[in-house]
């Protein structure tokens, strides 16, 4: 609930914590009972952060159990779909042998 602040003409400015329904609702001085108008006098406070807390909050709600985001690399993708590593390819010759030329072209396959 919001603290609103109001004016009595006998007693000067109070604040009184309402539901946001009754902001325009007169409120009863704390002094005497009498109806008291709500004013402004004071700017609203508004809670603001730099974008590292705002991230880091987000970070720390998030669920361990929550789905991970969609790839944008689409199905079969190295890099997110836990697939072979681009560019380690196995190569077939004739014979029958493999090699990985790209992993580590010095060693020989059995």
């Known amino acids: 609930m919001p603290v609103y602040e109001y ?3 006998d007693h000067g400015t109070f604040e ?7 902001f325009r609702d007169p409120c009863a ?5 009498g109806n008291s108008n709500r004013v402004m006098l004071t700017a609203p406070q ?7 807390t705002i991230t880091a909050h ?10 991970k985001k969609a ?7 190295s890099c997110c779909s836990g697939g072979k590593k681009a560019g380690r390819k196995t190569l077939h010759r ?6 990985f030329p790209s992993a580590r072209p010095w060693m020989i396959s059995h």
């Open 29 to 33: 001085c704390p002094a005497c009972g």
């Open 46 to 52: 508004l809670g603001s952060s730099d974008r590292s």
């Open 7 to 9: 004016h009595c003409a």
């Open 71 to 77: 790839s944008t690399h689409g199905p079969g993708c």
């Open 94 to 99: 004739p014979d029958g042998s493999k090699s």
């Open 16 to 22: 009184a914590l309402r539901p946001m329904s009754a």
């Open 58 to 67: 987000g970070i720390n709600e998030r669920a361990a159990d929550s789905p």
